[in-house]
């Protein structure tokens, strides 16, 4: 007969036990992040000159303040520093470099607080953990609010967990800029909370039960009160989802999920499955429906919500993705590596993990490095020329290595300008070029607006106020 898994623990390990298991794989997990910073300079042009993050930089450099969009004030914190660079004259490289480093450098002090303040090695695993099995590439697209308020409610988890720490105090008000980062999170902050409560009894509750219904006022004032734009209340429909599900087998969002799931994200998958496996032995029934209907509901709601996914455009549902990640990884720091309880083999899982992903990172940035390459070659294509602006036919372009089109004029623009003795180039791409009115003069035409382009800082952009003009591939 086969013998049974231990049984998993009714009450968590103590924090200061938990610290000592796990004080080498956290020293590991400092060498991962210089990694990960190390990456973040190397790649800071393919992480900052690309679509969103672009628009975003080209609109606080041409602004010289903070842009908060959708009210995702969190996006404030890693724009601190390349606001005052671009205040303080930096030139172009070091706006964008400190703009690439700051994102990583945020979740670090994540880190260091939840690891070495708040004493909670188990919570700053989830950072480590998280990255290792799912982040890729989303590395690259750095600009994400999503990712950012995960990492604080790593942060949030840490203060919760600790008992003798009167920091709980913070907790409700980091809630606000947690909640306010992206309408799904509330699916990750729900998961963890639930999974805690299933392990607590009596008075400990109250605590988590509180920041729940806290999460979901928020939510609720958010969804109700405050403007709510079509870039966050058209993306996940209930209709959308009611009228896909029928057709679950047939979309294309469902085959690109086990494609990549099977491909990218196997580790997950294994995690997933191991975590199953453990709470069935162990007659945990109430850990396996969480995580079974957290996990395939979640899944659900973006593939049916998204039916005709592209599968260039894995950077941006890898993020949609991440709750996913958050689900396993809060399962596998607080129900798997107990069972190890073993420094050195949770030393060696966590340096398998560093190795492993940061081999990902790097085989994934050829991606995005060859799309920064081709958009060098369309502002090479205006050498020859003293014109600033040009127009190119949607049909000429190439969209296996541009992905999206629409943060072209902002890509070429802070691209060019990062040349010596430059011009800046802006490209915008049209499918009317017969229609498209190349008389402008001075004003810059951009995705979704049009500017003056004599109010832009000459120490960044020098565009001239010829009329645009037509770019052949």
Known sequence: MARSLPILMKERLPIESSNQVLSPAIKAGHFFFLILIGFSAWF?????????????IFNFIADKDFLILNNRF?????????????????????????????????????????????KNKQAAMLFLFLFGIFINHTFFWIQSEFPQGIMLFFLCIGIIQNKNMKGKIIVPFLMVPIIFSHPLIIFPITFFLLFMIIDKKGDRQYYLWFILILSVTILLFKMKIMDINAYESD?????????????????????????????DYFMLLAGLIVLLFIYLQNRNYLKFLLLTGFFSGFALIVILSYPDMNPDYQFYFENLYLPLGVFVTIGVVYDLLPLLFNRQLIFILVVILIIFKSISI????????????????????????????????????????????????????????LKDNWKTVSIITTDELE?????????????????????LDNRYFNVNTDDYHVLSE
């Open 235 to 263: 993306r996940i429909s209930f209709q959308k989802i009611k009228d896909n599900l029928p057709h679950l087998l047939e979309i294309s969002s469902f085959r690109l999920f086990v494609k990549w799931f099977l491909k």
């Open 435 to 455: 229609n498209f009115n190349l008389k402008t003069g001075q004003k810059l035409r951009l995705s979704f607006s049009t500017i003056d382009q004599t109010t």
């Open 74 to 118: 969190i996006a404030f914190i890693p724009q601190i520093l390349p606001v005052i660079g671009v205040k303080s004259g930096w030139s172009m490289s070091s706006v964008l470099l400190s703009y690439s480093l700051s994102f990583t450098i945020i979740y670090y002090l994540y880190y260091i607080i939840t690891a070495h303040f708040i």
């Open 44 to 56: 800071y042009i393919e992480r900052t000159v690309f679509i969103d993050c672009a628009f975003g």
């Open 362 to 417: 790097f085989n994934t940035s050829k991606l995005y490095t060859d799309r920064t390459f081709y958009i060098q070659e369309l502002i090479a294509k205006t050498n020859d020329s003293s014109k600033n602006k040009f127009v190119i036919d949607k049909e000429d372009v190439r969209f296996d290595k541009l992905l999206m089109e629409w943060g072209l004029p902002y890509e070429t623009i802070l691209l060019s300008s």
